[in-house]
């Protein structure tokens, strides 16, 4: 998911910061994030501020924790869902909380296919398996690998 949302908000021309594990600084600076910030290295809330939106893939505490460097007014995207506490915080600044359901429609996929024809988005695949290896394909995910593992018919 990070990968694919730092190539749409800078096609979208979006200042991006990202935060991630030591391993894929490069990979994301190269992605075009404009700030790269590694989490092993002390916590992100003490790094950055007056961020417009935030895209949480982990919820729950980070979520929360989130909230603190999202200006008032803006928005937190959440993969997941997030609790009543983070929820009644959110309001209390005017931050709008989402969660984020993918439905893919015409008009999305559309811009999608636009974007990757005009060389702003590609998906990167760590590895491919076939079908019948989905064990090896689930072994190899927990590597956190950098990109997408795909199964093959």
């Keep these: 998911v990070g990968h694919l949302a730092v190539q749409i908000a ?7 910061v990202a935060t ?30 007056d961020i417009d939106l935030v895209l949480d893939p982990m919820g ?24 009543d506490n983070t929820r009644t915080q959110a309001g209390a600044r005017d931050i709008r909380v989402e969660r984020m359901s993918v439905v893919p ?10 974007l990757i024809d005009a ?11 076939p079908l019948d ?4 394909a689930h072994a190899f995910l927990a590597t956190k690998p950098i990109g ?3 199964l093959s018919l």
């Design 60 to 83: 729950g505490d980070h979520a929360q924790r989130s909230l603190k460097v999202l200006r008032r007014g803006g928005v937190l995207v959440s993969l997941l869902d997030v609790g």
């Design 119 to 129: 060389n702003k988005l590609a998906v990167h695949v760590a590895k491919s398996f």
């Design 133 to 136: 290896q989905a064990g090896a």
């Design 148 to 150: 997408k593992v795909v």
């Design 20 to 49: 991630v594990s030591p391993g894929k600084l490069d990979f994301l600076r190269e992605l075009g994030a404009d700030e790269v910030i590694d989490y092993t290295k002390g916590d992100f809330t003490d790094k950055v501020r």
């Design 105 to 114: 429609d015409r008009e999305g996929l559309v811009e999608l296919a636009r």
């Design 10 to 16: 800078r096609a979208r021309g979006a200042y991006v």
